[in-house]
């Protein structure tokens, strides 16, 4: 089974802003946009690709 991990990453980037950390917060979701707008990313196959789930977030956390 593959999974989109972009849900649980971005929760950790709303839990960051929560905290009062919001540099961190942002810094995730600029990641998550980074690779959703690349033409070359990985993307799973919810959102018409072939990658893992840990291909996914191995792009986006390379992003950070």
Do not use: C
């Amino acid at each position: 089974m593959i999974a989109n991990p972009i849900g649980q990453i971005w929760s950790g980037s709303m839990m960051l802003d929560h905290l009062g950390y919001p540099e961190a917060g942002k810094a995730i979701f600029d990641a998550i946009e980074k690779v959703l707008v690349s033409p070359r990313a990985p993307m799973t196959l919810d959102l018409g690709g072939t990658a893992k789930t840990d291909e996914l977030g191995a792009a986006i956390a390379a992003q950070i």
